[in-house]
C-alpha cells in the first residue's frame, strides 16, 4: 500500500503545487507523518505483519495437536503458544486493524480534513511496535513468556517469571494505545463533521466506531488496573489476589470479564460497521432499517457491561447472579437479531452481484450467526457447567472472533482497497482467497464443536486417542488456513504493484462520501473545504 | 480556532472518564468483598456464628485428624500437637498448633483452612483460630496456637471423620521484604 500512497501524494503535489510530508522520506516520513491516511496504512500492515505471527502459533498448537502424545513442543511452550496466540489476535491484529479502518475512513466518511489530534494519532501507532517487540521478547526471558492463558488469570499471574512483566507493560502500551486512538476517534465524530452531516445521517461504520471508541475509554482503564494489581502484587508485596495476604484469585476474574465482555464488543463492532457499508454497496440498496441499527448498537454496548460473569458460571456464585447473568446475556440475542435481520433485509430483492468484498460479508453473515448461536447455548448456565474450558467454547469464539471480525476486515479491505490505492485488486485470486478461507476456516472450527461436546478440553498438549480423527482434521485445516493468508499477501501486493486502474466508483450501489465526492485514488490530503451537504 | 478548542475540552473530558474508569477497576475490590461479605461467600478467614444447637450429640464420635503445610519458601516448622482428636458433635473442644519460625528475621504469615471431604466445612465451626489474623513471629520465635471448635450435631451421620488442614502462606511486604 505503501508505494502507491507515495505515488498518489506525488500526483498530488504536483497538482498543487507543495510536498505532503514535510520533507521527510523514506522511513522518517512514516516516523513521522501525521496524514490519518498514512497512519492508516501503519496500522495495516501492523495488524497483517501481527497476524501472520499470531497464526503462525496458531499453527505450532494445531502441530502438536495433530496426534495424541508430546511430539514437539514441552506442555510449557505449547502454553506459551496458547497465551501468546491470543494476547496477538486480540490485541496485535483484531484490534488495530478496525483502527486501520477508521483512521482512513472515518475522516473521509464524515468529511474532516484529518482526525482531529493528528500528533497524538502518530503517537497512538507508534506505541504498538513497542508493545508488540515486549510481548515477542518475553518468549526469550527465563521462564519464557507466559502460559497462563490469554486471560492472564491469577494466582498462575503472580507465579510466572519475568516474561510476565513484559508482558504487562505490553498490556499497559496497548492500552495506552487504545485510549489515546479512541479520545481521538470520538473527538473527531463529535466535533469535525462537515456541515449537514449529522449523526443520524452518518454511515453506519462511523455509528459503530464512536460507539466502540467509547466502549474502549471506559473499560480499557480497567485491564489497566487488573495488570497494575497483579504487577504490585508480583513485586510490591500488595495482596489484591494472593489468598496468603487476605485477597482473592477469582476478585481478578471479575475485574477482567469486567473489561473483557465489553472488549469481545470493541471486536465485533468495527466489524458490523464494514458489513454495514458493505452489505448495502452489493445489494445496490440502501441499509434497511438504519436508525434500528444505530439503536441495536447502542443496546448491546449497553448491555455489553452487565454480562461480564457468563465467563465465570463456575467460579461458586449464588444461583441467583448465575440467573441474572445468563438472562442479561440472553437479552443480547434480541439486538443482534435485529442486526442480522436488517442485513439480510437489505439484500431481500436486492439486485445483487457477488464481487469478493460481498463474499467475504456473506460469509461472515452466515458463521458469524451461527458462532452467536453457539454463543446462546453457552449462555445457559448448566450447559455452560458442562462446557466451559471444552474446546465448544474455542469454536465458539473463533465463529465470532475469525468469521465474524476477521471476514469483515478482508471484506473492508477488498471493498476500499481500489479506493485507497486506485487501483483493482485481481477479482479470480479473492475468491478463490475467499472460498479457501471458509472452507478451512470450517474445517478448522467446525469439528471443534464435536470435540468439545465429547469433552476434549481446552489448552492441554495432549488428548485420548478417540478424539484423534477430528483432531487430524482440524490441524489440516489450520495449515491451509496459514497458507491460504500469504495469497491475501499475494493479491494486496499484486493489487498495489500492477493492478490495473480502478474506476473512479468501482462498486455501482457505494454511496457514501468518499465513493461519491472524491476522486479515486483519494489525494493524499482530503476535504481542506469541508464539503456541505443538503 | 473554535474547533481546536472545543476538540481540546471534549478529549480531556474523555481522558478524566478514562482516570475515572481506572480508579473504578480498583474500587472494584472494595466492593468485590463488601458484595462477597452480603451473599456469604467466601468467609474462610471469618468467624464462624455459634451453631444454634449446643445440645451435645454423644451418641455418636467424629475422628478429627489434624493435619499442617507451609506454602513452599516459608521457613516455619508448623505441626499439630497432637495427630487427631476424638469428640462429639456439639462438643466445644480446644487443640493446638505450634509453629517455629527457623529464619533470623521477623516473617508474617496466615493461614488457610481446607477440610475433607470439603463439604464437611460448613459445619465445622470455628470459635477462635489462628487463622482468623496474621501471625507475626519474631526471629526464632517458638508459638503455640489454639483452635476452639465445635462441629455441628446438623452434620451427616454418614461422616465419620474430618481432616482439618492448614497451610501457613507467608505475607510478602508486611516487614518490608517481598
Known amino acids: ?534 | 480556532m473554535n474547533v481546536k478548542k472545543e476538540n481540546r475540552r471534549l478529549s480531556l473530558r474523555l481522558a478524566i472518564v478514562a482516570l475515572g474508569m481506572f480508579a473504578f477497576g480498583f474500587a472494584l475490590v472494595p466492593f468485590y468483598d463488601q458484595i462477597c461479605a452480603a451473599v456469604g461467600l467466601n468467609s474462610l478467614v471469618e468467624k464462624s456464628d455459634r451453631p444454634a444447637n449446643s445440645q451435645v450429640d454423644a451418641t455418636r464420635t467424629v475422628t478429627i485428624e489434624l493435619d499442617s503445610n507451609t506454602a513452599t519458601g516459608l521457613p516455619w516448622q508448623f505441626r499439630p500437637l497432637l495427630r487427631h482428636v476424638k469428640v462429639h458433635p456439639g462438643e466445644m473442644t480446644t487443640v493446638e498448633y505450634e509453629i517455629v519460625n527457623t529464619r533470623s528475621e521477623r516473617i508474617t504469615g496466615q493461614a488457610v483452612a481446607s477440610y475433607g471431604p470439603q463439604f464437611a466445612g460448613e459445619y465445622f465451626k470455628k470459635i477462635e483460630c489462628f487463622c482468623f489474623t496474621h501471625q507475626t513471629l519474631e526471629a526464632g520465635e517458638t508459638r503455640r496456637l489454639p483452635v476452639v471448635f465445635v462441629i455441628d450435631p446438623k452434620l451427616p451421620r454418614s461422616v465419620n471423620s474430618i481432616a482439618l488442614s492448614y497451610t501457613f502462606f507467608e505475607v510478602a511486604g508486611r516487614d518490608g521484604k517481598s
Open chain 1, 1 to 534: 500500500m505503501s508505494a502507491v500512497v507515495d505515488t498518489h501524494g506525488h500526483d498530488h503535489s504536483h497538482e498543487h503545487g507543495h510536498g505532503h510530508h514535510g520533507g521527510y522520506g523514506g522511513i522518517m516520513r512514516w516516523i513521522t507523518t501525521t496524514n490519518h491516511k498514512d497512519i492508516g496504512t501503519l496500522y495495516l500492515w501492523f495488524s497483517f505483519i501481527m497476524f501472520m505471527t499470531g497464526g503462525a502459533m496458531a499453527m505450532a498448537i494445531r502441530l502438536e495437536l495433530f496426534q495424541p502424545g508430546i511430539q514437539f513442543f514441552n506442555p510449557d511452550l505449547f502454553n506459551q503458544f496458547t497465551t501468546m496466540h491470543g494476547l496477538i489476535m486480540v490485541f496485535g491484529a483484531i484490534m488495530p486493524v478496525f483502527v486501520g479502518f477508521a483512521n482512513w475512513q472515518i475522516p473521509m466518511m464524515i468529511g474532516a480534513p484529518d482526525m482531529a489530534f493528528a500528533r497524538l494519532n502518530n503517537w497512538s501507532f507508534w506505541l504498538l511496535p513497542f508493545a508488540a517487540t515486549l510481548l515477542v521478547l518475553s518468549f526469550f526471558m527465563p521462564g519464557g513468556a507466559p502460559g497462563v492463558g490469554w486471560t492472564l488469570y491469577a494466582p498462575l499471574t503472580v507465579q510466572m517469571g519475568i516474561g510476565m512483566d513484559l508482558t504487562i507493560f505490553a498490556v499497559h502500551l496497548l492500552g495506552m494505545s487504545s485510549i489515546l486512538g479512541s479520545i481521538n476517534i470520538i473527538t473527531t465524530i463529535l466535533n469535525m463533521r462537515a456541515p449537514g452531516m449529522t449523526l443520524m445521517r452518518m454511515p453506519l461504520f462511523v455509528w459503530t466506531w464512536l460507539i466502540t471508541a467509547y466502549l474502549l475509554v471506559a473499560v480499557m482503564p480497567v485491564l489497566a488496573g487488573a495488570v497494575t494489581m497483579t504487577l504490585t502484587d508480583r513485586h510490591f508485596g500488595t495482596s489484591f489476589f494472593n489468598a496468603s495476604g487476605g485477597g482473592d484469585p477469582v476478585l481478578y476474574q471479575h475485574i477482567f470479564w469486567f473489561f473483557g465482555h465489553p472488549e469481545v464488543y470493541i471486536i465485533a463492532l468495527p466489524g458490523f460497521g464494514v458489513i454495514s457499508q458493505v452489505i448495502p454497496a452489493f445489494s445496490r440498496k440502501p441499509l434497511f432499517g438504519y436508525a434500528s441499527m444505530v439503536y441495536a448498537t447502542s443496546a448491546i454496548a449497553i448491555l455489553s457491561f452487565i454480562v461480564w460473569a457468563h465467563h465465570m458460571y463456575t467460579v461458586g456464585m449464588p444461583v441467583t447472579g448465575q440467573l441474572f447473568f445468563m438472562y442479561a446475556t440472553i437479552l443480547i440475542a434480541v439486538p443482534t437479531g435485529v442486526k442480522v435481520f436488517n442485513w439480510v433485509a437489505t439484500m431481500w430483492r436486492g439486485s445483487l452481484t457477488f464481487e469478493t468484498p460481498m463474499l467475504f460479508a456473506c460469509g461472515f453473515l452466515f458463521m458469524f450467526t451461527l458462532g452467536g448461536m453457539t454463543g446462546l447455548v453457552l449462555a445457559l448456565v448448566p450447559v455452560d457447567i458442562q462446557l466451559q474450558d471444552t474446546y465448544y467454547v474455542v469454536a465458539h469464539f473463533h465463529y465470532v472472533m475469525v468469521a465474524g471480525a476477521l471476514f469483515a476486515a478482508f471484506a473492508g479491505i477488498y471493498f476500499w482497497i481500489p479506493k485507497w490505492t486506485g487501483k483493482m485488486y485481481d477479482e479470480t485470486l479473492g475468491k478463490i482467497h475467499f472460498w479457501l478461507t471458509l472452507i478451512f476456516f470450517n474445517m478448522i472450527f467446525f469439528v471443534q464443536h464435536f470435540l468439545g461436546l465429547a469433552g476434549m478440553p481446552r489448552r492441554i498438549p495432549d488428548y485420548p486417542l478417540i478424539f484423534e480423527t477430528w483432531n487430524k482434521i482440524s490441524s489440516i485445516g489450520a495449515f491451509g488456513m496459514g497458507l491460504t493468508q500469504l495469497l491475501f499477501l499475494y493479491v494486496v501486493l499484486k493489487c498495489i504493484r500492477s493492478g490495473p486502474p480502478a474506476p473512479a466508483k468501482p462498486w455501482e450501489g457505494a454511496d457514501s462520501l468518499e465513493w461519491t465526492h472524491l476522486p479515486t485514488p483519494v489525494p493524499y490530503h482530503t476535504w481542506e473545504t469541508p464539503p456541505v451537504l443538503k
